[in-house]
């Protein structure tokens, strides 16, 4: 049998799978017995007792007196509300500064170049002290504050801005505006098969910004076109009323989106540079503008080498938001510190943390492979 080379495969293969789970089985009886001799009590029963802790910043309502769950709760979203906000910006600006190094504009590509030179030879964590520095460094004192009328003021504490005061009706213009996305977005794809199929062209820019803009207002009309503005207001030691962006928010978001940028733009340059010459060429030859150019033939074709490494820059990005501990800001990790700190259950918050992480990073992966896919060149 011996002489199989299938067998030896399966045999090979048996094997490995079983010192694999010899190892984990001894790691995990030494762990627990380690765990019962310190007399350290175990399991996830933890995030059901009562927190005890306040956190400054969170999207959904949290007391001192939730449970940790909810706690981790917010840490997460806290976490998913950087890495989005951090993701949309860091594309954005990448692209620009990505097509701008290719710029026959010299002032412009040189600009470019310095910036990703910098911004990537800076270790993150020394820009996140940089940010978080001039925040809270060289705006006023909160008696100080500049202000934009009864709008908008700036301190040390962050930027307080004026913001609609609460009513159901808000939350039904969120949701209408997701709707008018979707529904703009199957509008373009129904006008594009059209096209295809009958060599009709539908109108996509006017019905999509109906789409956007229409269903929101509509909604917002329907349940009583609330207009009452929550104003901020100076009450002893910081203001009160309205909505605000801390400093430790601030620094982080501008931190991650221009770091990263800096990685996004060298990654749309390669993509740029991938399309064959002949392409930009054949465009010229048929009148195209050079923004015609780049958004109608070069950009498209681009995409096959761009997404790859953007799927890459968007999961280093959110799993960079970790650091956010080192300047205050209360996201996931830094919440599972003081969770761990309070009860003592390390190994159960780090499998939390390294679960959540891992699920966030494959759902990042999985939608960009649907993209990819979709823009991919099919050879006929």
Do not use: C
């Amino acid at each position: 049998m011996l002489s199989s080379e299938r067998f030896r495969n399966l045999l090979y293969q048996a094997l490995l799978l079983a010192a694999v789970v010899g190892i984990g089985w001894y790691l995990f009886s030494n762990t627990q017995h380690n765990l019962q001799t310190r007399q350290i009590q175990t399991g996830f029963g933890y995030l059901s007792r009562e927190a005890g802790f306040e956190i400054a910043e969170t999207q959904i309502d949290y007391q001192a007196s939730d449970s940790y769950g909810r706690a981790f709760l917010v840490g997460l979203g806290n976490t998913l509300l950087v890495a989005g906000i951090g993701v949309v910006l860091a594309t954005l600006l990448g692209t620009l500064v990505g097509i701008a190094r290719l710029s026959p504009n010299w002032l412009l590509s040189k600009l470019s170049s310095i910036y990703v030179e910098v911004m990537r030879n800076v270790p993150l964590l020394l820009q996140l002290f940089v940010w978080y520095g001039l925040f809270t460094e060289l705006l006023p004192s909160v008696r100080e504050a500049i202000s934009v009328g009864d709008w908008l003021f700036i301190s040390q504490r962050g930027f307080r801005f004026a913001w609609p005061a609460e009513h159901p009706a808000w939350s039904g213009v969120g949701w209408g505006l997701l709707a008018g996305i979707a529904l703009a977005f199957g509008w373009k794809t129904l006008a594009r098969r059209t096209q295809l199929r009958t060599g009709r062209q539908w109108p996509v820019a006017l019905p999509s910004i109906l789409l956007i803009a229409g269903l929101p207002l509509l909604i917002w009309a329907l349940m009583g076109a609330p207009t009452d503005i929550d104003r901020p207001v100076l009450e002893g030691f910081d203001f009160l009323g309205g909505k605000v962006l801390s400093p430790e928010f601030t620094a982080l978001v501008i931190g991650l989106s221009t770091y990263t940028a800096a990685f996004i733009a060298e990654v749309v340059r390669a993509g740029i540079m991938a399309v064959d010459r002949g392409q930009t060429e054949a465009s010229m030859a048929l009148g195209l503008s050079p923004g015609q150019r780049l958004r109608l033939v070069t950009l498209p074709q681009a995409l096959r080498v761009i997404i790859p490494p953007m799927t890459s820059q968007y999961l280093n990005l959110t799993k960079n938001s970790s650091l956010a501990v080192a300047i205050g800001y209360p996201e996931l990790v830094a919440v599972s510190n003081t969770t761990m700190n309070q009860t003592g259950q390390a190994i159960e918050a780090i499998a939390l943390l390294m679960a959540v992480y891992l699920s966030i990073s494959l759902t990042i992966s999985a939608l960009m492979n649907w993209y990819n896919n979709r823009v991919r060149l099919i050879e006929r």
